[in-house]
């Protein structure tokens, strides 16, 4: 099976703060990798997959990046909206997701 | 408008299966790519997939949960439907459906639903 690491767990940032959130495969995953958020009570939210493709109707103040085992998900400029929690997925090989970031104010 | 929506009990006991029905509109479990996974969230807990079935019937199942997991579909219903037998409190969790899209794995979700299992 392969595993996703995320980091850090929580993350404490203000508005209009840039955010980075790392993700760390168990074995290279090419860009089979997607990024979530997800609010209390709520569905997770499709952001980013293949890596740094951006979902249409997200904010262009998102992005991804990396390949292999290693990845990034930046929010250039936080908002209020996205204190929320967020996960990494891969889908290369079955689909696992990382523990998950909450990013807190 | 794509949505999707789980049903299903919001209670079952230990030792019980659990069958989850999830009936989505927008699209068409026929087209070629398209996939409907599950996937479960214990309260506080992170994300976990069980299963996904494909637009060619194909199935994949979570390796550490195969031996409980049955998924099928009804295209002419746009229905998939999990199973999962012998529930334990362990497994008391939301369980979400969600579309998946080829290259981008799951681009809608439905609401979820709280199974919770216990005597």
């Known amino acids: 099976d392969i595993q996703m690491t995320q980091s850090p767990s929580t993350l404490s940032a203000s508005v209009g703060d840039r955010v980075a959130i790392a993700c760390r495969a168990s074995q290279s995953i090419s860009t089979w990798l997607a990024w979530y958020q997800q609010k209390p009570g709520k569905a997770p939210k499709l952001l980013i997959y293949?890596?740094?493709s951006l979902e249409s109707g997200v904010p262009s103040r998102f992005s991804g990046s990396g390949s292999g085992t290693e990845f990034t998900l930046t929010i250039s400029s936080l908002q209020p909206d996205d204190f929320a929690t967020y996960y990494c997925q891969q889908y290369s090989s079955y689909w696992t997701f990382g523990q998950g970031t909450k990013v807190e104010i | 408008q794509i949505t999707l929506k789980e049903s299903g009990p919001t209670l079952v006991k230990p030792t019980q299966t659990l069958t989850l029905t999830c009936t989505f509109s927008?699209?068409?479990?026929?087209?070629?790519?398209?996939?409907v996974g599950w996937i479960r969230q214990p309260p506080g807990k992170a994300l976990e997939c069980l299963a996904l079935i494909y637009w060619d019937d194909d199935k994949s199942y979570s390796p550490s949960l195969k031996h409980r997991l049955t998924i099928t579909k009804d295209t002419s219903k746009n229905q998939v439907v999990l199973t999962v037998t012998n529930m334990d409190p362990v497994d008391t969790a939301t369980y979400f459906c969600?579309?998946?899209?080829?290259?981008?794995?799951?681009?809608?979700w439905g609401q979820g639903t709280l199974v919770t299992v216990s005597s």
């Open positions: 927008g699209f068409s479990l026929s087209t070629s790519g398209v996939g």
């Open positions: 969600a579309r998946r899209r080829f290259g981008a794995s799951f681009d809608y």
């Open positions: 293949k890596a740094s």
